[in-house]
């Protein structure tokens, strides 16, 4: 346990250490290097004190369970969930019909191979992104830290991923940026960065390459939003936009031969 | 949901943590309505993401998932704002039958309405720690946070949380 950088506490740093001896995280090594430390220190011994207040203040708090009309209603929607995983009724019938017609059989089974295809895409990442992109539309979610500065988006993102998003302004080349945000994709929290052509908001979902997902990587547009790929210094890339597709790509070209 | 009772299926590994899922939610929404919503929208998910989930803790994982969800929603307020203690709305009372809330103390409410006045930072840290009982290194992991920073955050919940309590003359 190190003290932190920020905050400093007043007076003696080892406060949080007591804490820390409060909430059952030191071992006994540092428990007694920290004992003989507190005997001599006021400081220590006070903090002490205002922590046991704060714990006796918690003491009468109960854990409570969640409510059965509530748990009932969560049941019920994960219920509703579930045909986006599993597989659908639709598909099965899909297959039994050729066999009973086996009439236009060819037609019958384009069409079901092309469902096939088509029905996981709507739970697959492309959705996702456009999904993200679209509640991220809605007023006041656009960004968590606004501002116009790379230098200061970048750092935004330390302590908040496990990577650090490469952030780059292209205000020179008609896409300023305009902030970054976190999102959380593909079972992971990824950085978005915002930026803006014209009057049309661009995304970019960025994330280190796992190499899990790049054969599913392709440009698509899905309820009129362009979705564009690309991956460079390991990681992926995905810029989302209603921007028009060849002014999408242009913005993914900038990316791709950036420094 | 899948009628497995496997080990590894999503009833198995995260259901068993839907009440320390509903608690934070309560906590950092403050509202049960809103945060029954959360609660809701983070349970898809896990669903959804549950075939990507590789980790050994499920409830910090889940945890992480509502945390996320949470700071998502319009209707989470992030600012630090009073919370008048006799009004029974603001404390996390609502929803509940009225006869667990009527035996809940008065100083009970305070304290809840107290944690309930914490800037969201802290009284998320806080009530991981004091609730749903997570090592640091644990809420470190749920909100993403280096273990500094959840240290520091509970310092000052404790310490903001004693210093109210003690102005409202909290025995």
């Keep these: 346990m190190s003290p932190p950088k920020r905050e400093p506490m007043p007076g003696c740093d080892k406060v949080l250490l007591v804490q820390a001896e409060l909430d059952g995280e030191l071992d006994a090594a540092q428990a007694a290097a920290l004992e003989a430390h507190r005997a001599a220190c006021a400081i220590c011994q006070l903090a002490q004190a205002e922590l046991l207040r704060a714990r006796d203040l918690l003491r009468g708090e109960t854990y409570e369970p969640i409510p059965d009309d509530v748990r009932a209603r969560i049941m019920a929607r994960l219920r509703q969930a579930e045909p986006r995983t599993a597989p659908t009724p639709t598909r099965r019938r899909l297959w039994v019909f050729p066999s009973i017609s086996g009439f236009g059989l060819g037609a019958v089974c384009a069409a079901a191979i092309s469902l096939l295809i088509l029905l996981p895409q709507r739970d697959d990442l492309a959705g996702q992104l456009v999904a993200g992109h679209i509640r991220a539309l809605q007023p006041g979610h656009l960004e968590d830290v606004v501002s116009t500065d790379q230098h200061t988006v970048k750092p935004w993102f330390d302590g908040r991923l496990d990577f650090a998003p490469p952030v780059r302004d292209f205000t020179a080349d008609g896409f300023p940026l305009k902030g970054g945000r976190l999102d959380y994709l593909d079972g992971r929290p990824v950085a978005a960065l915002i930026y803006q052509r014209d009057k049309h908001v661009i995304d970019v979902f960025v994330w280190p390459q796992n190499g899990a997902i790049a054969h599913l990587a392709r440009d698509t547009a899905i309820q009129g939003y362009n979705v564009v790929h690309w991956a460079t210094d390991g990681m992926n890339f995905w810029a989302v936009s209603d921007l028009e597709r060849a002014q999408l790509d242009e913005f993914s070209a900038l990316w791709r031969k950036a420094p | ?171």
Excluded at chain 2, 9 to 34: C, I, K, T
Excluded at chain 2, 79 to 108: F, M, W, Y
Excluded at chain 2, 122 to 130: A, C, G, H, N, S
Aim: aromatic share 6%.
């Design chain 2, 1 to 171: 949901m899948p009628p497995s009772s496997r080990d590894d299926s999503f009833e198995q590994v995260v259901l068993p943590h839907l009440d320390a899922a509903y608690n934070l939610a309560r906590w950092l929404m403050r509202d049960g309505v809103a945060a029954e919503d959360v609660l809701q929208e983070a349970m898809v998910r896990a669903l959804t993401y549950f075939a990507s989930f590789k980790g050994i803790n499920p409830r910090a994982w889940l945890l992480q998932i509502v945390r996320h969800t949470a700071y998502g929603s319009r209707a989470l307020n992030r600012g630090v704002e009073t919370v008048p203690i006799e009004d029974d709305d603001a404390t996390p009372a609502k929803g509940d039958d009225p006869e667990a809330a009527l035996l809940r103390s008065r100083e009970c409410r305070q304290v809840r309405a107290l944690i309930a006045a914490l800037p969201v930072d802290l009284r998320e840290t806080l009530v991981l720690r004091e609730f749903e009982e997570l090592s640091y290194k644990e809420i470190a992991e749920a909100t993403q946070t280096p273990i500094g920073t959840v240290m520091s955050r509970l310092w000052r919940a404790r310490q903001l949380l004693t210093r109210s309590a003690a102005a409202e003359g909290l025995p």
